[in-house]
């Protein structure tokens, strides 16, 4: 948006100290306001009291809060993205004071924005089921793309596969270690797909560790193949897109999403995916994944042994994902968000 549109000025509200990354051109003007937002208490301190003063004091036309949250008191008119409501379906996952907070106010925002975007038609529907949100002031639009993500040469898959996993091909994850992305069914298929094939395939698990992880810690310790299983810890954007691009297969099987953007991701990579029924999953992968009940450790080893049995449906789901991965392009998706901003800035609403 800021590119493509150095007609507009675009103020960029920061809450700490900023990376010059962000400023994406000389139409930004960037603001840091205190208090820095690491509690819920900060966070509404943050939009009651300095974002409604920086709104008061600059008055841009439309404000855009790009998380969920906004400014109740403030009148400049307001859009609201917004990811998920996983909080909703999994409040025990959630920490008091947050589940607290989401409870408190994340309807009261939906229903103080002039208009809210989602990521998915999932989520969508979740937020007018559960929220009460009118369906006509939401509107869809999809994530998009990272262009480091590549498909990698023979020579390169072999250097990662090397340094990662032994050299042996692997299965491959990323993304926060935590029991609703259901890392440890993850683990636990993957060891019975070993007792089934004893092939000397790896897996790989890319993400820090989130709260309440006992299940994942729990399901290691029993795995038979301990010994194949590898927590890379944080991943660089330097070495994401090669272990993506690596991976035999990339399994993402979790219990919720709002989108899914490694699903994109496996995609541009050219890799081969297997991937949850429910939620916003379908929606994103379509025929390009294999998808699978999350909750039936059967159906996701059953996915496993299709790709290591079959090299020409692996070839058929990247080919797939060739395809599914053009729906997704951020040139797009930004001139959408463009375009509710100018509507929402110049409506009577």
């Known amino acids: 948006m800021v590119a493509n549109h150095p007609e507009d000025?675009?103020?960029?509200?920061?809450?700490?100290?900023?990376?010059?990354?962000?400023?994406f051109g000389k139409n930004v003007k960037p603001v840091v306001l205190f208090p820095p937002t690491r509690h819920p208490i900060l966070i509404v301190s943050w939009f009651e009291l300095a974002?409604?003063?920086?709104?008061?004091?600059?008055?841009?036309?439309?404000?855009f809060s790009t998380d969920g949250f906004c400014s109740l008191r403030s009148e400049v008119k307001t859009v609201v993205m917004i990811h998920d409501i996983a909080y909703y379906h999994f409040p025990e996952q959630v920490s008091f004071f947050i589940k607290k907070f989401y409870q408190n106010f994340q309807q009261r925002y939906l229903q103080k924005a002039n208009k809210v975007l989602t990521v998915s038609h999932f989520v969508k529907n979740d937020i007018v089921e559960n929220l009460k949100i009118p369906a006509e002031k939401i509107q869809v639009v999809h994530n998009g793309g990272n262009e480091a993500f590549q498909p990698l040469s023979n020579i390169s898959q072999k250097e990662i596969r090397e340094k990662y996993a032994n050299g042996h091909p692997y299965f491959f994850y990323v993304g926060a270690v935590h029991p609703r992305k259901n890392i440890h069914g993850l683990i636990n298929a993957f060891d019975l797909f070993k007792n089934k094939t004893n092939t000397p395939h790896q897996l790989l698990i890319g993400g820090r560790f989130a709260w309440q992880t006992g299940k994942v810690k729990t399901a290691f310790d029993n795995a038979t193949h301990q010994k194949d299983i590898h927590f890379l810890g944080y991943v660089t954007n330097e070495e994401l897109p090669q272990l993506m691009g690596a991976a035999f297969a990339f399994v993402y099987v979790s219990f919720f999403e709002g989108f899914g953007l490694p699903l994109l991701e496996a995609m541009q990579a050219e890799v081969p995916l297997i991937t949850s029924n429910i939620s916003s999953m379908p929606e994103v992968a379509e025929d390009a994944a294999l998808q699978v009940n999350p909750h039936d450790l059967d159906d996701i080893v059953k996915a496993m042994l299709q790709f290591f049995e079959n090299e020409n449906l692996r070839k058929e789901k990247i080919q797939k994902g060739k395809l599914q991965r053009q729906k997704f392009n951020w040139d797009k998706s930004a001139e959408l968000v463009y375009e509710v901003l100018k509507n929402t800035a110049g409506s009577s609403l």
């Open 9 to 23: 000025e675009f103020i960029f509200l920061f809450d700490r100290p900023y990376h010059s990354d962000f400023i």
């Open 51 to 63: 974002v409604k003063r920086a709104l008061d004091k600059y008055q841009p036309d439309v404000f």
